[in-house]
């Protein structure tokens, strides 16, 4: 996982002020944007006390519906899940800063449940909010972001957009990981960047949006630091064959595309639902 806020900033403090942390993206080419079909912007997205998140729909919700905010499940506010265990219908009162296209705080919203939290084959935790998107809409001009609900592909143009820093790193996907491991923790078919995405700490939970449909492929959530091997911030890649290998420097994310079928009339979590594979509890 990317690292809790409080620790950048410490690190920061403990460098000297101005200083960038050391997993900082180069001023280079490596902040330069991939060209791009559509500009992304931070319209949908929300900062949360220590992460990124984005404001969400899938594609049979209805504007009528309550919203729904995702992030990382290691952003959840009572703390990491543990290996295996899959979190449903908490109650929550958190609150999300929603920002407009320019990265400009607009409103803020709040949490009345974690519909779905998890840290098991995936890392997401899903928030319902106290209004719909309609409301968002007709108060503040913001839509949500769609979910893809099909699988992205390689080589795609994307860009992951955090609405803590009010920063975006573009880069493509560069493949995809058959079981990515941390520390206690595993996740499967792992999305891995291409280098030029030094995204951390603070962009977890942050949206992965498809440059030409911008569309929610994957959610932002850890990268390897220090070049140590399956350790808390330097996960590592496992393949078919149980074959390790490490990536220094290296950021990933974990899909998206199966979270819609979970999801029924109303934004109502339903893990039973045809092609829902989401851990259960």
């Not at 000297?16 to 330069?32: K, L, M, Q, R, W």
């Not at 880069?171 to 891995?192: A, H, M, P, Q």
């Not at 399956?230 to 990933?252: K, M, Q």
Request: charged letters at 15%.
């Amino acid at each position: 996982m990317k690292k809790p806020l409080g620790a950048v900033l410490f690190a920061l403090v403990m460098a000297g002020a101005g200083a960038a942390p050391a997993v900082a993206a180069p001023v280079s080419t490596e902040d330069t944007p991939a060209p791009a079909v559509r500009a992304v912007d931070f319209a949908g997205t929300v900062s949360l006390s220590n992460c990124s998140g984005s404001v969400v729909r899938f594609p049979n919700s209805a504007d009528s519906d309550p919203a729904l905010v995702m992030t990382n499940g290691h952003c959840l506010e009572t703390g990491f899940p543990a290996p295996g265990e899959v979190i449903t219908g908490q109650s929550s009162s958190r609150t999300f800063g929603l920002l407009n296209s320019s990265g400009s705080k607009v409103a803020t919203l709040r949490a009345n449940q974690v519909v779905y939290s998890t840290m098991t084959d995936t890392d997401v935790t899903i928030y319902r909010l106290t209004t719909t998107y309609a409301a968002i809409k007709s108060s503040y001009g913001i839509s949500p972001l769609t979910v893809q609900d099909t699988h992205p592909t390689a080589g795609t143009a994307i860009t992951v957009v955090s609405g803590y820093w009010k920063r975006t790193y573009a880069c493509n996907i560069d493949g995809f990981v058959y079981r990515l491991k941390e520390g206690d923790w595993t996740w499967k078919d792992s999305v891995r960047y291409t280098s030029a995405c030094q995204t951390i700490g603070g962009t977890s939970g942050s949206p992965v949006i498809d440059n030409a449909t911008g569309k929610v492929v994957a959610v932002n959530n850890t990268g390897n630091e220090d070049g140590e091997r399956c350790t808390e911030n330097n996960p590592c890649e496992v393949d078919e064959n149980g074959n390790v290998t490490v990536h220094h420097l290296i950021n990933y994310a974990e899909e998206t595309y199966q979270i819609p079928a979970c999801f029924g009339a109303g934004n109502k979590l339903d893990l039973n639902a045809s092609g829902c594979v989401l851990p259960k509890p």
